[in-house]
């Protein structure tokens, strides 16, 4: 694979996830019944995304029996990555509405919907 393929699809990459967590930000004024801006969630729900993926990556990469391709493929510790994935994924979600909507998780119910449906289009976004 060229550098340039490489440099292009992860900007395709981010921005497909940038768009799609913006978008996602709509659900979540819903939810809450607050309008807060849509491209600044997208874009710090993104950076977190970048940051804590590439560290749970790597962890995995380093440390576990996971293979690497478009996604993890095999290996016998993949159900333990998708699982640490989710989990994950709950803290991104969990800190987006806490810096966001609700800092002391008041509305149980959108707090709840607003992580599971955040986990759930997260993995929607990373389908290729």
């Not at 395709?12 to 930000?25: E, H, N, R, T, V």
């Not at 709509?26 to 491209?39: D, M, Q």
């Not at 950076?47 to 016998?76: C, D, I, T, Y």
Request: glycine letters at 10%; hydrophobic letters at 55%.
């Amino acid at each position: 694979m060229s550098s340039l393929t490489l440099v292009f699809g992860t900007l395709l990459y981010a921005g497909i996830k940038l768009c799609g967590y913006a978008l996602f930000a709509k659900v979540l004024n819903r939810l809450f019944s607050r309008s807060r801006n849509i491209w600044k969630i997208g874009v710090v729900r993104t950076l977190l995304g970048v940051v804590l993926g590439l560290a749970h990556n790597a962890f995995f990469l380093n440390f576990f029996k996971v293979s690497m391709g478009r996604a993890p493929l095999g290996g016998e510790d993949t159900w333990l990555y998708f699982l640490f994935l989710v989990i994950l994924r709950i803290l991104e979600w969990g800190l987006i509405i806490y810096w966001f909507y609700d800092k002391d998780f008041q509305q149980k119910k959108p707090v709840f919907t607003g992580i599971i449906l955040g986990i759930l289009w997260s993995f929607v976004l990373d389908i290729p």
